[in-house]
């Protein structure tokens, strides 16, 4: 059963045969619960309630031509049991109401006026030092948690491998830079000429596939993050797999050098959360570099010179793994 919109009688039925409707509920619309590429996502109104419906398919839903994984929302579901029983971890994650195992369909519920934090990028003080705290405090207890029993995730991780680590430093790769920002091609070179850089990223890659013993949540950027009257949530786990929870912190800090938030915000998060910094600082200078030239673009708000300044500092960052 493939969920559309408007959601027919078929899908309802199906919906409450599966238990992710109640017997007597009466859907009365349906829209995109929001911005996402890879999975149908819909916002349900109730004659009782308001829910979000995730459906993952075995390809990515805006580009159907590109193969994915379709366990994902497994894997999302799966994430959101392991957190249960955290009540800080609990607290931060939409409640879920159900899970269709043979048709990939996750239930959550509705986070109220939940905006994500997409616009740090032209607006660096939306990362208040409240939200530093709740998000290095959701860290931590993540990676905290007891080791729990936990599916590898290799198909979407492999993917991530390619976008991360492979791809956006091979020369003939088919992205076409220069129209996203004119210059941005002949920027790339810095990094695509460099050999001894690429092996030294592409051995990060090996380590990310690596087996782990900490769940992290594996996609940490602040699309994940919704801002909401009930307070902080985290959403979009399907990334999630047992790994170093170097790889969670670095890409908060990435996305947080890239939205120019001050250094000394940068080095309060290393105080509070000590991690292994050689790691810690090459993890966070690859994700900065594969948002620059990879295929995952953000709407950054740099210039040419600022992009090959930023990228100057990545690099350091992964050769001499410090910060
Ligand atoms: N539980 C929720 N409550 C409110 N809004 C939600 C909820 N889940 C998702 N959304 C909205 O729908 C958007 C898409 O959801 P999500 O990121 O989980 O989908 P996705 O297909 O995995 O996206 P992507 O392609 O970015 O990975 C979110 O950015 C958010 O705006
Ligand atoms: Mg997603």
Redesign the pocket.
């Known amino acids: 059963m493939l969920l559309s919109e408007p959601i027919d009688q078929f899908q309802t039925d199906h919906l409450r045969k599966k238990g992710l409707l109640h017997p007597d509920e009466e859907i009365l619309g349906s829209e995109k619960?929001?911005?996402?590429?890879?999975?149908v996502?819909l916002l349900v109104k109730t004659d009782k309630r308001t829910l979000?419906l995730?459906q993952s398919r075995p390809f990515v839903?805006k580009y159907p031509q590109v193969p994915a994984p379709q366990e994902r929302t497994g894997i999302e579901f799966r994430y959101y049991q392991c957190l249960a029983d955290n009540q800080v971890l609990e607290h931060y994650s939409?409640r879920v109401l159900g899970f269709d195992r043979e048709h990939w369909i996750l239930a959550?519920?509705?986070?109220e006026q939940?905006t994500?934090f997409l616009g740090i990028y032209q607006n660096p003080a939306m990362f208040t030092e409240e939200l530093v705290e709740e998000l290095l405090h959701y860290l931590k207890e993540l990676h905290g948690l007891p080791k729990p029993d936990f599916p590898g995730n290799m198909a979407m991780r492999n993917l991530n491998q390619q976008h991360i680590f492979e791809l956006p430093f091979q020369k003939e790769n088919g992205f076409d830079l220069n129209a996203i920002q004119p210059g941005l091609e002949e920027l790339s070179l810095l990094v695509k000429k460099d050999a001894s850089l690429i092996t030294k990223i592409s051995s990060l890659g090996k380590r990310y596939l690596s087996p782990g013993n900490h769940l992290l949540h594996g996609d940490f950027y602040p699309?994940s993050w919704?801002n909401s009257p009930k307070g902080l949530k985290i959403?979009?786990t399907?990334f999630a797999f047992l790994g170093d929870p170097e790889f969670d912190l670095a890409i908060l800090l990435a996305h947080l050098k890239m939205a120019r938030v001050p250094e000394t915000t940068v080095e309060q998060i290393l105080q509070q959360y000590s991690l292994e910094k050689t790691l810690l600082a090459a993890f966070t200078g690859v994700e900065i570099l594969r948002r620059l030239f990879g295929l995952a673009q953000l709407p950054l708000n740099l210039s040419l010179k600022e992009k090959e300044t930023l990228a100057k500092h990545a690099i350091q960052l992964i050769l001499h793994e410090q910060f």
């Open positions: 619960a929001g911005e996402g590429n890879m999975n996502t979000v995730k839903a939409p959550m519920e509705y986070v939940g994500d699309g919704l959403i979009d399907e």
